[in-house]
């Protein structure tokens, strides 16, 4: 429950700022912010008690709106409790009305931390490092694309194709030009997240059609992810704006490039703040072989977490800058686990590139971590370091399809004992249900192949 001293921190700030409602939200598996609009009168009564409630089946719910229940959530739909968290307090600037927005906690009725939130699972996860007096730091980077909706235009008319589903914009991979098409676009990105306290870096052109990637700075990995939960808010309602859909659908187009969100994590000491990943030579440490040869070992029982979807996996080994094993190389964008060259002790650092932009920031930050983590404990060695082009090295594979890689998660006693069998059979649940979903519909294939000619 919230201490005294923290209802008071509550009542100051959303006075301060004349707030009228309160968004109370929690992340689900796919990343989408599920919660309640409330009066902010009722917000502050709420503090301290159990009022602020939510069915635990929200844990159960697939992206289509269907409900994966099993004998950790059945159809009773029993209460979780909902704890704000005054940390991540936020004004939510789009809104007519001054909003705030707040990020909760859950708890059962005894009291427990609710097993399968992905936060709570992040915070599991931080707490094995904070055992060992180590903090690691994370910073990520976004891909996404900008599609056209039907009938509206963006700043500039010319650029929308006026089609649903359609690209905005060329291939123009860096080019200045195809941001200023969109710098009303990203100027409401850049306002948004100020207001709501997510630094964003680097904006730039990817080399999609309408392919777009907004880097985030680095930091404490709970703090990232709720920037990150933040920012997927942000980046769609500021291209709603403009009349376009921003997606983060891993590969929207199949013939074109992907979106991954690309991971930089490193650790270091929580006393002294040294990097553990190189010496003071500023050559690689044991720690670090050890890390990178977790990601190796325990990333591929980790995929549906990384690639939570069908769509997911054509993305890999596409030779579009996607990744097709977990090989390592020191700035090498062909593997799947690049070492930036030239980087100090400080900012020694390895990029996970496994990931889409698709992922639950929460879940995928706790399952890159613990993977690095276990190859610490388990003092594991990496392979050798790749210096050509890894696309077609047939080692470290990652799984081909969403069915191979929940089989491997499913049966994974190591994953089971660190994210709890709750989390991962309801997880696994979901993507099976959603699976199903998806193959119950004719693709465009079939129907021009198959309808006509069998």
């Not at 991540?88 to 990020?103: D, G, N, Q």
């Not at 549906?304 to 190389?329: C, D, K, V």
């Not at 047939?394 to 998660?409: C, G, H, V």
Request: some cysteine.
């Amino acid at each position: 429950m919230e201490k005294a001293s923290n209802i008071d921190n509550f009542k100051t700030w959303l006075s301060d700022n004349d707030v009228v409602e309160v968004e109370i939200v929690v992340c689900d598996f796919a990343g989408i912010a599920r919660g309640k609009l409330i009066p902010v009168e009722k917000f502050i009564g709420s503090l301290g008690g159990r009022d602020l409630r939510m069915p635990d089946s929200i844990f159960s719910t697939t992206v289509d709106g269907q409900f994966a229940l099993n004998e950790y959530l059945d159809d009773l739909e029993s209460d979780l409790y909902l704890i704000p968290e005054y940390e991540t307090l936020r004004m939510t600037p789009w809104r007519k009305k001054k909003t705030a927005s707040v990020i909760c906690s859950l708890i059962d009725d005894d009291g427990e931390n609710a097993k399968m939130d992905p936060r709570q699972i992040l915070k599991n996860v931080l707490n094995l490092y904070k055992e060992k007096g180590w903090q690691p730091i994370v910073a990520p980077e976004f891909e996404f694309h900008l599609i056209a909706q039907q009938g509206d235009s963006l700043d500039d008319p010319s650029t929308a194709s006026g089609k649903t589903g359609k690209p905005i914009g060329d291939k123009a991979m860096f080019s200045m030009d195809s941001l200023d098409e969109f710098e009303g676009l990203f100027s409401d990105v850049r306002e948004y997240s100020a207001i709501m306290g997510v630094p964003i870096d680097t904006i730039e052109k990817e080399a999609g059609a309408g392919q777009f990637e907004i880097n985030m700075q680095h930091g404490d990995p709970l703090d990232v992810a709720d920037q990150a939960f933040h920012f997927k808010r942000i980046l769609k309602q500021s291209a709603n704006n403009h009349g376009a859909t921003a997606t983060m659908a891993a590969k929207p187009f199949p013939s074109d490039y992907g979106n991954s969100m690309h991971i930089h994590q490193s650790v270091v000491g929580a006393d002294d703040g040294k990097n553990i990943f190189a010496d003071d030579d500023g050559n690689n440490t044991e720690i670090f072989e050890n890390y990178v040869a977790g990601i190796q070992k325990y990333v591929p029982n980790l995929m549906p977490i990384f690639a939570p979807y069908s769509n997911s996996y054509l993305r890999f080994g596409s030779a579009l800058s996607s990744p097709a094993n977990l090989h390592w190389g020191v700035e090498n964008r062909s593997v799947g686990l690049r070492v930036p060259a030239g980087s100090s002790r400080a900012a020694r650092r390895v990029e996970n590139r496994i990931a889409g932009s698709d992922v639950n920031p929460y879940l995928v930050f706790a399952a890159s971590l613990m993977a690095g983590y276990l190859g610490i404990e388990q003092g594991l060695k990496p392979s050798e370091a790749v210096d050509d082009s890894a696309y077609e090295i047939k080692t470290l594979l990652l799984p081909t399809n969403i069915y191979e890689a929940l089989n491997d998660f499913d049966k994974s006693k190591m994953i089971r004992k660190y994210l709890g069998d709750e989390f991962v059979t309801t997880f696994k649940g979901v993507k099976q249900l959603e699976c199903q979903a998806n193959e119950s519909k004719l693709t465009e294939w079939e129907i021009r192949y198959l309808l006509a000619n069998v």
